[in-house]
Structures are given as structure tokens and as C-alpha cells.
């Protein structure tokens, strides 16, 4: 509807530029620029390299989001940009260009969570969010079980990974199986060829005695040594190393916890959605598993497409649309980037 705010979304936190236009939750524009290849021969995403990147890309990908949606910075009625969490060099790039668009086309302007927007780009493919809804957000960065009673105002954690975060865990077993970077996309392609069964790799935090102190917390460092252990003697007995069997079983263990934790979270809390997002959520494996698992509990699935669950500028622009619908008041145009912003913090 033509009435319904446009909302501009900028998103700098990692590695991808992304500029998103939406009108209330229909997608216009989702430009995206990434400096992935830039750190691939480190393994990992170098902070510095990824600031310089932004620079360079935002005003390019900025163009070219206003006239894929074929709108004008003047149409806009609100700017949203991820204030926090992420890399802090790469977050001030974006919030620098946000105040500097909303001051020179005096619009407000919104800093919002990246983990927040995750959640709330869901509603571009499959309409408002059911509150309460439980969301699973599994990405490079973090990986977190969240009540969302209400998306515009707080959600309230409920446990979180103690070491690695899964896209983290995928990244290192990509590592050492000799797969690029990113590492989630080739184990998730190489999986396929494999057998899940074929070696049991340990589930982190599921035994009786852990689950007392950490029943929605997770922990993927345990199977990233497991999963190098049972490499390392492979090659030390001068075997071949299956990788499609690894990865297959590697991604078994993490999506048996993910999928098995998520859903005991819906039933304990009586909540009959279940929201995934970030990048893990892109898992065919993860999504295969979550509908498979809570099909049979009566609870329903929601999960965008897998361009939708990496970073990108629609997430942002998004939930800026849900907070403008929900009558939410601006930032201050002295906003700051908080690279450690808290997950209860959806807008500052
Ligand atoms: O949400 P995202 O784009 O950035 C962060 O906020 O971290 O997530 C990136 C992470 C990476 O660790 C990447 O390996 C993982 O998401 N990822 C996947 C898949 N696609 C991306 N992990 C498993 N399977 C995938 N298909
Ligand atoms: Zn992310």
C-alpha cells in the first residue's frame, strides 16, 4: 500500500555492505556489496580491511538500492541502520553515512540491532510476526534462543552459545577439511554426498548434567576438536579423509542440538512459532530438520530464503518498518555504534 512508511536500511556490522528499501513488508531494493574474497586467504574476517571495504562501497550500493526501488533519498520516510553489534570500525561507517543522509534530507533516523533485524526480516516473506514467537539466531557471530514477546520494544534471551557460534564452528571445520571461506556453503554442498551417520560427533551441552545449568545454551567447541581429532588421525594413518562424510556429520551434530534445543524452548514457553535467521538459517539441513522436528509438536516454522538469512540491508530496513508502524520514537542523531550492544536493546 502506498501509504504504508518507505523505510531505507543500512547495514555495516561484518563483511557485507547492504542497502535495503522497503515499504511496509514489501521489499523494493536489497543492494549488496561484500568484501568476502578480500578475507578469505586469512580465514576470517579482518575488521580493518572490512571498514575500508565499506567506505568505499557504501555510496555506490546506496545508488543503486534507491534506483533498483526506484525511489529518491526525498521519497524516504524513515533511515534505519544497525547500530550494534558487529565490528565496531565497520558498524561507525554506517551509522556515519545514516546521520549523514538523515541531516542532509532531514529524515530521522533509527539504530536498531543487527541480531533484531535477523528476526525481523522474516516478516518481507511471510507477513507480520505471531508474538510470541520463539527465534533461533544462528550466525558467524552469535548464536542465541530469544522470546520475542514484542519485536519493537525488547526480547528476552534465553541462552546462548558458551564458546563458539555455530557459523563460527562451520567456519573452522570448513578450515580443516581444506574448504573456503566462508565455510557454510561448501559443508552444507558437500554434506549432501555424505551420510549424517557415518561418524558420531559429541552434541554440546545435551547430557543430563549440563542441561540443569545450560538447558538453552549451546557449546560447538567440543565438536570442532572432536571433528579435528578424528581428521588428524585419518591422515596420521595415512588414510583418505571423507570429507563429505565429515561435513555431513558435523552438520548433524550442530542442527540435532540447534533444532532439538529451539523446539524444547517453543514447548516450554507454550509457543507455537518458531522464527530462524542469520546466516546458519540458510543450512538446508538446519531447515529440513527444524520443519521435520516441529512439524510433529504443532509448531510452525518460519524462515526466509537463504539471501534473506546472511547480512543484508532488507533485515534493517525491516524492522525500521516495524518500528515506525509501531509508533517508536526516533534515535538521537548523535546515536552511537555499540559493538557490544546488548540482544534487549532493539533500538537506541
Ligand atoms: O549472518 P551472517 O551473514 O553474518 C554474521 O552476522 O555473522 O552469518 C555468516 C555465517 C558464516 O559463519 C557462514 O559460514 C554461515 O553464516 N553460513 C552457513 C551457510 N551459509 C552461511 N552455515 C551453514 N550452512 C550454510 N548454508
Ligand atoms: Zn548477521
Known amino acids: 500500500m502506498a501509504d504504508e512508511p518507505l523505510i531505507l536500511g543500512i547495514e555495516t556490522s561484518c563483511d557485507e555492505t547492504g542497502v535495503g528499501v522497503v515499504r511496509g513488508h514489501t521489499l523494493l531494493a536489497d543492494a549488496l556489496a561484500s568484501s568476502v574474497d578480500e578475507h578469505a586467504r586469512f580465514g576470517g574476517v579482518v575488521p580493518e580491511v ?42 561507525l561507517v554506517g551509522v556515519a553515512a ?49 522470546l520475542v514477546d514484542d519485536l519493537a520494544t525488547g526480547v528476552t534471551p534465553l541462552g546462548a552459545t558458551i564458546d563458539d557460534a555455530a557459523g563460527e564452528a562451520f567456519d573452522k571445520v570448513a578450515r580443516l577439511l581444506g574448504l573456503p571461506f566462508p565455510g557454510g556453503p561448501p559443508i552444507d554442498r558437500e554434506a549432501r554426498a555424505g551420510s549424517p551417520d557415518a561418524i558420531t560427533f559429541p552434541r554440546g551441552l545435551t547430557a543430563p548434567k549440563d542441561l540443569a545449568a545450560h538447558r538453552f545454551d549451546f557449546s560447538f567447541s567440543g565438536l570442532k576438536t572432536a571433528v579435528a581429532r578424528w581428521v588428524e588421525a585419518k591422515q596420521r594413518a595415512g588414510e583418505p579423509v571423507p570429507v563429505p562424510d565429515v561435513a555431513a556429520s558435523f552438520q548433524e551434530a550442530v542442527c540435532d542440538v540447534l533444532t532439538g534445543k529451539a523446539i524444547a524452548a517453543c514447548r516450554d514457553r507454550g509457543v507455537d512459532t518458531l522464527v530462524l535467521g542469520g546466516g546458519v538459517a540458510a543450512n538446508s539441513r538446519l531447515r529440513a530438520l527444524a520443519e521435520e522436528r516441529a512439524a510433529k ?52
Open 50 to 91: 572490512a571498514s575500508r571495504a565499506h567506505l568505499e562501497a557504501i555510496v555506490p550500493t546506496m545508488r543503486r538500492a534507491l534506483d533498483d526501488a526506484g525511489v529518491t533519498l526525498a521519497d524516504i520516510d524513515a533511515i534505519a541502520v544497525t547500530a550494534g553489534p558487529g565490528l565496531a570500525g565497520a558498524l
Open 297 to 348: 509438536q504443532g509448531i510452525r516454522v518460519r524462515v526466509p530464503r537463504p539471501k534473506l538469512c546472511t547480512d543484508n540491508g532488507a533485515m534493517v530496513a525491516a524492522l525500521g518498518s516495524h518500528l515506525v508502524a509501531a509508533g517508536v520514537a526516533p534515535s538521537r542523531l548523535d546515536l552511537p555504534a555499540d559493538s557490544a550492544m546488548p540482544l534487549t536493546i532493539v533500538s537506541v
Open 98 to 146: 545514516a546521520k549523514g543522509y538523515a541531516l542532509a534530507a532531514e529524515k530521522p533516523v533509527y539504530g536498531v540491532n543487527h541480531l533484531a533485524a535477523h528476526v525481523a526480516v522474516d516478516t518481507l516473506e511471510h507477513g507480520p510476526l505471531p508474538e510470541p514467537a520463539i527465534a533461533l539466531l544462528v550466525s558467524g557471530g552469535h548464536s542465541s534462543l530469544l
